[in-house]
């Protein structure tokens, strides 16, 4: 029974398409959260949500919004995609303590 | 400004070394600390969670321990196996909303 769940696992796709990837945590967290790791394998945050609310945005361009429809669930949207956005998206959950991450969505703009 | 660096980046071993992972951090007033392992091509499994009030955590073949006034924590492997290799993150939490990851060692343990 996978505690973080992200879907797809692999996207590719042309530039300026839209695409979503989606995520779900069974572990009953208040947080949720979305990471990028680059080619470089180095992971930074994008996003961290609390009971659907928005917390922390590390700058990340406006093409991206993530939307959290309940506590469990941390959807990320990604408009006009450029060849940079290339890189694996991982989800997390936490509550105060240990963070969990999902399996990763490696996306591959072309 | 909050930064968490590791050392080395890579490590080659031989088959039952015991062996140190290196995770240094700017501001000690961290949140709490976690150790995950990355192998290629996945996700992060999490090896072990340091809370900021404690001194060291131990799971098996692995102990890491963490000093907030010198911004260290050390991850140590004892009796490595080549299962063991694989990539090793650092996290620091300098609040309950975000981690901050190391930039990782890359372990290579031979048979």
């Known amino acids: 029974d996978t505690a973080v769940s992200q879907t797809p696992k692999y996207l590719v796709t042309q530039m300026g398409n839209d695409k979503s990837i989606k995520c779900e945590q069974n572990?009953?967290?208040?947080?949720m959260y979305w990471y990028k790791q680059d080619s470089k394998k180095f992971l930074k945050i994008m996003f961290s949500?609390?009971?659907?609310?928005?917390?922390i945005n590390e700058t990340v361009p406006n093409r991206f919004s993530p939307k959290s429809p309940d506590k469990a669930h941390l959807n990320l949207h990604i408009n006009s995609l450029e060849l940079g956005d290339s890189a694996v998206y991982f989800c997390?959950?936490?509550?105060?303590?240990?963070?969990?991450f999902g399996q990763g969505t490696r996306l591959t703009v072309v | 400004k909050q930064e968490v660096t590791q050392i080395p980046a890579a490590l080659s071993v031989p088959e039952g070394e015991n062996l140190v992972l290196n995770c240094s951090f700017t501001?000690?007033?961290?949140?709490?600390l976690q150790w995950f392992r990355q192998d290629p091509g996945k996700g992060l499994t999490s090896l072990l969670l340091i809370q900021s009030s404690q001194r060291e955590q131990t799971s098996g073949r692995l102990n890491a321990s963490l000093d907030k006034s010198s911004g260290r924590s050390t991850l140590y492997i004892a009796a490595s196996q080549p299962g063991d290799s694989a990539t090793y993150l650092c996290?620091?939490?300098?609040?309950?909303?975000?981690?901050?990851f190391g930039t990782g060692t890359r372990l290579k343990v031979l048979a």
């Open positions: 996290a620091v939490a300098w609040g309950t909303y975000k981690y901050i």
């Open positions: 997390a959950s936490s509550q105060d303590t240990e963070a969990f």
């Open positions: 572990l009953g967290h208040d947080t």
């Open positions: 949500y609390n009971n659907k609310e928005l917390i």
């Open positions: 501001d000690s007033a961290i949140y709490n």
